[in-house]
Nanobody, 125 residues
Framework: QVQLVESGGGLVQAGGSLRLSCAAS????????MGWFRQAPGKEREFVSA????????YYADSVKGRFTISKDNAKNTVYLQMNSLKPEDTAVYYC??????????????????WGQGTQVTVSS
């Protein structure tokens, strides 16, 4: 079992930056591959980014590629999402999620067993 707690959300102007953090407790963090998803009002939750167990591979949705960076600090049991050049369409509740194995379907919610409560990101134009 692992508990995930996101932080770092807030209100930022378009073009600005935020860094989201997701702190994990429970089982050894290095045994988890992690993902970030987001849900905008009236829309389904969508994949944003993922990182493998080892942290050696990262994946991004086309909409955030080149602007967002995911990283994993096993010593701190934390995964980060650095978000630069933010756009109003990035406004959403951001969720981190954990899975205990690497998966080719890292973009699919169903492979993640554990979820955080979410943190709100609002980008004003």
């Amino acid at each position: 079992q692992v508990q995930l707690v996101e932080s770092g959300g807030g209100l930022v102007q378009a073009g600005g930056s935020l860094r989201l953090s997701c702190a994990a407790s429970g089982r050894t963090f290095r045994r988890y591959a992690m993902g970030w998803f987001r849900q905008a009002p009236g829309k389904e939750r969508e994949f944003v980014s993922a990182i493998t167990l080892s942290g050696s591979s990262t994946y991004y949705a086309d909409s955030v590629k080149g602007r967002f960076t995911i990283s994993k600090d096993n010593a701190k049991n934390t995964v980060y999402l650095q978000m630069n050049s933010l756009k109003p369409e990035d406004t959403a509740v951001y969720y981190c999620a954990a899975r205990t194995y690497d998966s080719a379907t890292y973009y699919y919610e169903g492979v993640y067993a554990y979820w955080g409560q979410g943190t709100q990101v609002t980008v004003s134009s």
